[in-house]
Every structure is written in structure tokens, then in C-alpha cells.
């Protein structure tokens, strides 16, 4: 059974800060890793996704990384503002679809 | 490009109600995915279809909970009888192809029952 953790669960870093937000898995027969946003009260937002055959991805100030053999994909972001303040979820796609319980992120100015 | 459609986007009910959400996928996409997110958890997949098929539904309390896509477009979730656990985000999200393409989520509907 897929197991996903995030970490840290909260994080709270001055504006300016380089970032790095874990997930691990246990099942790696993963077809594809997708990292979303999720505001207070609003939908998710899909911010990246990896095909398990790609090693990372980028978009604007956001890259992930993927190692399959190992369970873990890696978020980072450079030089976080305060818009970047949000719970940040990863989703290992099998099977069965779960997530993880998320990092809470807040960037102060 | 229209994202997905949710509605409504509260409801409140009393518990042994009975409730509907409705979901509009993004046009063209085969997958639509029911959600169920409790306060300061990640999302619970409830029910996933292809087209009009269902590919997943595990973890639906199918005592409770039946959901239907009918013409492999819209979908609606019902709860009958609500009970108070049910109190919740219902998420709905769609994608061109599982497990290969992009998931897309609508707002949610949030749902207290007391």
C-alpha cells in the first residue's frame, strides 16, 4: 500500500529564502509525481508534474526532481515571496492515487 | 480553456440529509476524479471514472455515498444519509489521460452537516 510523506509539515522562512520540500513514497512503480498548491479554502493547484521517466522539472522559480529507486521527489523554490505562502501537497501517481498530508509554507516579508 | 466546475460551493445540512455535488469537467477530458478532503488532511480519492466507467472506487462508503457520470461528462456525488464525519471539501478534478497527463481541480464544495 503507497505510503507518502511530506516534510517538513510546516515551514515559516523570511522572504528571500531558497526552499527545499520533500516527499517520499514507498511504492516506486510510479507512472508520474505531480506537486499542487492548495490556498486557504480554494482547489488545488497543479504546479509541476514528472513523468517517471524524467530525473526533474522546471517552472519559473520552481524546479522538481524525481528519484524513483530511492521514493522521493524534491520541490524547490528560489527566492520565495510572500505569494508563495500556501500548503504544498505531492501526489505519487499509481494505481491508487494518494497524497500526502502536505507542507504548510509561510514566507514573511 | 474553461477549468473545472463545481457546485454548489457550500452547503449545510442537518445530519440524515441527504446532499448532491455537481462537477463540470475541462472539456475533452476522459478522467474525472471525486475527492474527499478533511480539515488539515491531504485529499482521499473517492471514486474515479473514465469516460462513464468506473476505474476506482475503493474507498467510497458505497452505504452512503454513490456517485454517476452519465455520458462521460458531468458527474454528480450524493450523500444519503449524511452523517457528521462527512463534514468536508468535496474536490472534483478531471485529466486528458490517467496516469499520464496533468490532474486539474475545480474550487470544492465545502460541506458541514450538524
Known amino acids: 500500500k503507497q505510503e507518502v510523506t511530506q516534510i517538513p509539515a510546516a515551514l515559516s522562512v523570511p522572504e528571500g529564502e531558497n526552499l527545499v520540500l520533500n516527499c517520499s513514497f514507498t511504492?516506486?512503480?510510479?507512472?508520474?509525481l505531480q506537486w499542487f498548491r492548495q490556498d486557504p479554502g480554494k482547489g488545488l493547484t497543479s504546479l509541476l508534474l514528472?513523468?517517471?521517466?524524467?530525473r526533474e522539472q522546471t517552472s519559473g522559480r520552481l524546479n522538481a526532481s524525481l528519484d524513483k529507486s530511492s521514493g522521493r521527489s524534491t520541490l524547490y523554490i528560489a527566492a520565495s515571496q510572500p505569494g508563495d505562502s500556501a500548503t504544498y501537497l505531492c501526489?505519487?501517481?499509481?494505481?491508487?492515487?494518494?497524497f500526502g498530508t502536505g507542507t504548510r509554507l509561510q514566507v514573511f516579508p | 480553456e474553461a477549468g473545472v466546475a463545481q457546485s454548489p460551493r457550500y452547503k449545510i445540512i442537518e445530519k440524515r440529509q441527504s446532499v448532491a455535488f455537481w462537477c463540470n469537467p475541462i472539456?475533452?477530458?476522459?478522467?474525472l476524479y471525486w475527492y474527499q478532503q478533511i480539515l488539515g488532511q491531504g485529499p482521499k480519492l473517492l471514486i474515479q471514472?473514465?469516460?462513464?466507467?468506473?476505474?476506482?472506487d475503493s474507498q467510497l462508503p458505497k452505504d452512503r455515498f454513490s456517485a454517476e457520470r452519465l455520458k462521460g461528462v458531468d458527474s454528480t456525488l450524493k450523500i444519503q444519509p449524511a452523517k457528521l464525519e462527512d463534514s468536508a471539501v468535496y474536490l472534483c478534478?478531471?485529466?486528458?489521460?490517467?496516469?499520464?497527463?496533468?490532474?486539474?481541480f475545480g474550487p470544492g464544495t465545502r460541506l458541514t452537516v450538524l
Open positions: 478534478a478531471s485529466s486528458l489521460v490517467a496516469g499520464v497527463d496533468e490532474q486539474f
Open positions: 511504492d516506486s512503480a510510479i507512472y508520474n
Open positions: 514528472i513523468q517517471s521517466s524524467q
Open positions: 501526489q505519487p501517481n499509481t494505481d491508487k492515487l494518494i
Open positions: 472539456s475533452g477530458h476522459a478522467t
Open positions: 471514472f473514465q469516460n462513464n466507467g468506473v476505474v476506482d
